[in-house]
């Protein structure tokens, strides 16, 4: 079993900056991509930014340009730099991890957190 526990979420004003952790525990033997989705009230859930072992990333559109992710393999931890944050920014964001185990890949979700961008 992994444990995804994120942290670094808040309230903050547009054009604002925030930064998302996300750490995992438990039980790894090997974590491949690690992604951060987020779900806004009423919508789907959608993939915001991933990022491979190899550290190749990969963005949504909408936050090009705004978001960067990384990740510490030593400490199996991904991270989520959000600058320049507008109102539809503001959703609950989880974080995912593909796990290595028994010969095949599942995937692990955090709790959320919440980033609520006022305009």
């Known amino acids: 079993q992994v444990q995804l526990v994120e942290s670094g979420g808040g309230l903050v004003q547009a054009g604002g900056s925030l930064s998302l952790s996300c750490a995992a525990s438990g039980n790894i033997f090997r974590i491949n991509a690690m992604s951060w989705f987020r779900q806004a009230p009423g919508k789907q859930r959608e993939l915001v930014a991933s990022?491979?072992?190899?550290?190749?990333?990969n963005y949504v559109d909408s936050v090009k340009g705004r978001f960067t992710i990384s990740r510490d393999n030593a400490k199996n931890t991904v991270y989520l730099q959000m600058n320049s944050l507008i109102p539809e920014d503001t959703a609950v964001y989880y974080c995912a991890a593909e796990h290595v185990e028994d010969f095949r890949v599942r995937a692990y979700w955090g709790q959320g957190t919440q980033v609520t961008v006022s305009s």
């Open positions: 990022i491979t072992r190899g550290a190749r990333t």
